[in-house]
């Protein structure tokens, strides 16, 4: 009996051993899956070369952009500007200058000026005229050392503003993003340093004109003194009178 059994189970798989066999040689090639390793490392291979080309692009865009940041820093305008000062500073002295009076620092009304005030002591001038005269150098040699020490006021002022904006301007220009904004503050440290030698050199101006001013009255003063003398002793005309120098 368990022969038999045996016999039907062996007699069964091969039955089904032989149905599964005519089911896939009757099914169309296309319903097959077939795996082919060389095929597979050839995808693999190209889809690794695939992903590194779009690492390169990914790169290549990254490098791009921050070169397009780099190029909006460098045109970036420094925030810090101290030009409307500076130039304020400058007009503060060239208006200074400007009120010098008598012989100022134009060489026309020197050249017109100097000799009617500091050569005439012509026989032609009466003893008023020439006192006359000696008062207006006089005046003349205080205004101009009110003035000097004026410019030299200012500039003493300007020291401690040319300080600040120095400050600033070197603050600015180590926080630059750009190659303009550190050339704006470069630019602005040069006027900065431009308005410290124009205080200086308007000062030593008004130092050096009041100075030749006072060293040409006293030659006048001599010469006057000279002419007085001459007319004296030579007795045409001169007849003394009493003459009020100043004003009480």
Do not use: C
């Not at 009757?26 to 080309?53: C, G, H, K, M, W």
């Not at 921050?66 to 030009?83: E, G, H, R, V, Y």
Request: net charge neutral; proline share 2%; charged share 15%.
């Amino acid at each position: 009996m368990n022969s038999l059994r045996s016999i039907l189970r062996s007699r069964g798989k091969a039955a089904g051993i032989v149905a599964i066999a005519i089911t896939l040689s009757s099914a169309p090639a296309s319903a097959l899956i077939v795996f082919d390793p060389t095929n597979y490392s050839q995808n693999l291979l190209q889809a690794a070369r695939a992903l590194e080309q779009i690492q390169h692009q990914v790169t290549s865009l990254q490098n791009e952009a921050q070169m397009l940041i780099n190029q909006a820093k460098n045109l970036t305008s420094l925030p810090t500007s101290l030009l409307g000062q500076i130039e304020g500073n400058f007009s503060q002295m060239k208006t200074l200058l400007g009120e010098a009076d008598k012989l100022a620092y134009s060489v026309q009304d020197i050249d017109s000026q100097f000799v009617s005030t500091y050569q005439n002591f012509g026989s032609d001038l009466s003893s008023k005229q020439l006192v006359d005269g000696a008062r207006e150098r006089w005046q003349t040699s205080v205004s101009a050392f009110e003035h000097s020490l004026k410019a030299g006021a200012v500039a003493a002022d300007n020291i401690e503003a040319t300080q600040e904006q120095t400050s600033a301007l070197v603050g600015a220009s180590q926080s630059a993003v750009g190659v303009l904004q550190a050339t704006q503050a470069g630019n602005q440290l040069l006027a900065v340093q431009a308005k410290q030698v124009a205080d200086l050199t308007a000062m030593l101006a008004a130092q050096g004109r009041a100075s030749a001013l006072e060293q040409a009255r006293q030659a006048a003063a001599q010469e006057q003194a000279r002419q007085q003398f001459s007319r004296f002793m030579a007795g045409s005309g001169y007849s003394p009178s009493s003459v009020k120098m100043f004003h009480d």
